[in-house]
């Protein structure tokens, strides 16, 4: 239980979440105290740069490995720039680490050349695991996806579960999810070996800080700039990516190896979504929805352009749109029992959003004064 004078909202810029404040402070609830050197791969992304700070706000000491820097990420981690493709790099950066938090991904469901998803998600997975593995670090954990738990085999009504299930690469929805399938794959057959590996699956995350507009973030930017006309109903389960980096460190620092665990807080349909965008932002949503095989057919044209003529990101994915047609519910329980994590609620993680997102200019349509005075409150601390 979250206790009473936790309940307001968080400046978008802070990151450590209310969970993580009152389980720091709670001597019953604290975890070994012992400082770690960590290895944060794609430490500059959207949850990466949350994962850092929250490390660096326990103790530890932190170095990431990332292609760029970002604005978000905290200046007291030591930068490596490089790829996780470079073994002698990765080498090089597993010296004295303790701890290692693999979050590089392509986290796209489109590219001009379809070999990107294989060659960063699985190969490069490959190559840290090799690595970790030279290194004799203590725990490893791999951030795989809820995607690979969505397949063509599977119902709307269908519980997605973090337990062992058959399922096979054929039955994955796209390229994204295939390389990630595979990725998590090496990386439990690395556990049966004997490395301490725990997979996370996080579903799609929301908050602020997301400096590189990932899919869910670019989509809820779309909707408040109204760039889309219409909506595809579907479910989705939304988490903020602040509770996403506190369940990596609770991974660690709990989890069994070998066992993957599912990352999520709520299960909100794209209406209520839309809904709760208005509110904070007093823009209208569209309210047109589109029709599942309407959806698919545009995603199919959109798709071939991008491929064959503009060779740019196409307004939508085929993938996208098979993903959102067997969104299903998510059974999240193992997870809160071994792991105790406790998500804030999505309206105060989407506040934040809205109020980053305007903040760094990138909401075009003007925002009323009583909306302006919304946001203001999830820039408290």
């Not at 930068?79 to 290692?100: C, E, Y």
């Not at 489109?110 to 997975?125: E, M, Q, S, V, Y």
Request: charged share 20%; net charge neutral; glycine share 6%.
């Amino acid at each position: 239980m979250r206790r009473q004078s936790e309940t307001r909202a968080l400046e978008p810029n802070v990151v450590a979440p209310r969970s993580v404040i009152w389980m720091d402070t709670d001597p019953t609830r604290r975890p070994d105290p012992t400082p770690k050197r960590c290895l944060v791969t794609g430490g500059a992304g959207f949850i990466g740069s949350h994962l850092v700070r929250l490390l660096l706000h326990r103790g530890h000491s932190v170095r990431v490995v990332d292609l760029l820097p970002s604005p978000g990420l905290d200046q007291r981690a030591e930068f490596v720039q490089g790829s996780i493709l470079d073994a002698p790099l990765m080498r090089r950066a597993m010296a004295h680490i303790d701890q290692v938090f693999h979050l590089a991904a392509y986290a796209h469901l489109w590219a001009p050349d379809k070999r990107i998803f294989l060659k960063t998600n699985f190969h490069g997975t490959q190559v840290v695991l090799e690595a970790a593995a030279e290194a004799g670090v203590q725990r490893i954990v791999h951030t795989s996806t809820e995607l690979v738990l969505v397949t063509q085999r599977t119902n709307q009504s269908a519980v997605a579960t973090d337990e062992p299930v058959s399922r096979t690469v054929d039955d994955m929805l796209g390229p994204y999810c295939r390389s990630k399938y595979l990725a998590e794959q090496e990386a439990l057959a690395a556990a049966t070996r004997g490395l301490p590996v725990v997979v996370v699956n996080p579903t799609l995350p929301v908050g602020p800080g997301d400096y590189q507009l990932t899919p869910p973030t670019r989509m809820i930017l779309d909707f408040l700039n109204g760039r889309n006309p219409g909506y595809m109903e579907c479910e989705m389960n939304l988490i903020d990516a602040r509770d996403i980096a506190l369940g990596h460190i609770l991974a660690a620092e709990q989890g069994r190896i070998g066992e993957r665990y599912l990352l999520g807080a709520e299960t909100v349909r794209m209406s209520r979504l839309l809904e709760m965008l208005t509110d904070f932002s007093g823009l209208q949503m569209p309210h047109t929805r589109v029709p599942y095989l309407m959806a698919l057919g545009v995603a199919c044209a959109s798709e071939w352009i991008a491929d064959h003529i503009s060779r740019k990101p196409p307004k939508a994915s085929l993938a996208g749109v098979q993903i959102a047609g067997t969104s299903r519910l998510f059974d999240l329980s193992r997870t809160v029992r071994e792991l105790g994590l406790e998500p804030r609620p999505v309206p105060e993680a989407l506040g934040a959003e809205v109020a980053w997102l305007y903040d760094q200019g990138l909401i075009r349509r003007p925002l009323t004064r009583p909306a302006l005075q919304i946001l203001e409150s999830f820039r408290c601390a």
